[in-house]
């Protein structure tokens, strides 16, 4: 009985699994970009995205079709090391394309950071935004975050895509906080220069670089 019993518990976490990473697959086509989800690790984009938000990231819009006040991920010019989301400032040429971003709660762009952002840096637009469920990150150890994180986002997009088109969408472009600063959240946080994510699939660790 006891070998019967564990048999079928093997076959549950097998089907479990396979289940998973369907779902993971199928996550990653429909949305154009290896990793869909990251974990917001500083605070350069608050009140818009603050620590711990999930935002998942859509690589199928283009580049050359983002404007003003999109907020977009993409990877730090040159060096690709780091993992940026910033909202789109300026368009600062249209053959190539290259634009410069710039963080809500930053007094600026900066160089090498926020621009020249081109084609080859660009990972993918926000298109959703879920408020503090990177806390399960901390919390939980994989593969279980990953689990719970990925349920959730999950039926967070189920339940956008059933919405009447009036109602479906979170709204992130707004082309009036993209050049201004916010001075509420400048005085309230540190860590600001840029706003590093974490995908949660992916391996990645680092923790936002503190700056004097």
């Given at each position: 009985m006891k070998t019967r019993a564990a048999s079928g518990f093997a076959k549950d976490i097998i089907i479990v699994v396979v289940g998973i990473a369907i779902i993971w697959i199928g996550l990653r086509i429909a949305f154009g970009t290896e990793n869909p989800f990251y974990v917001v690790s500083s605070g350069s984009m608050v009140p818009k995205l603050n620590v711990f938000d999930v935002i998942v990231v859509n690589g199928n819009i283009p580049f050359d079709q983002l404007k003003l006040g999109?907020?977009?991920?993409?990877?730090?010019?040159?060096?690709?090391?780091?993992?940026?989301?910033?909202?789109?400032?300026?368009?600062?040429?249209?053959?190539?394309?290259?634009?410069?971003?710039?963080?809500?709660?930053?007094?600026?762009?900066?160089?090498?950071?926020?621009?020249?952002?081109?084609?080859?840096?660009?990972?993918?637009?926000?298109?959703?935004?879920?408020?503090?469920?990177?806390?399960?990150?901390?919390?939980?150890?994989?593969?279980?975050?990953?689990?719970?994180?990925?349920?959730?986002?999950?039926?967070?997009?189920?339940?956008?895509?059933?919405?009447?088109?009036?109602?479906?969408?979170?709204?992130?472009s707004d082309n009036t906080t993209a050049s201004s600063d916010s001075p509420s959240a400048a005085s309230s946080q540190d860590d600001k220069e840029y706003s590093d994510v974490k995908n949660e699939y992916s391996g990645i660790d680092k923790e936002p670089e503190k700056k004097d």
């Open positions: 999109d907020i977009i991920v993409f990877y730090v010019p040159v060096t690709h090391d780091k993992v940026i989301v910033h909202r789109v400032a300026e368009i600062l040429n249209q053959n190539p394309l290259t634009i410069r971003t710039k963080g809500d709660a930053n007094p600026g762009s900066i160089p090498g950071i926020d621009f020249p952002i081109m084609k080859g840096d660009y990972i993918g637009k926000v298109v959703y935004v879920i408020p503090q469920i990177g806390y399960v990150t901390r919390i939980l150890t994989p593969p279980i975050n990953y689990i719970i994180i990925a349920v959730i986002v999950g039926v967070m997009i189920v339940k956008q895509f059933s919405k009447p088109k009036s109602e479906s969408g979170v709204s992130l």
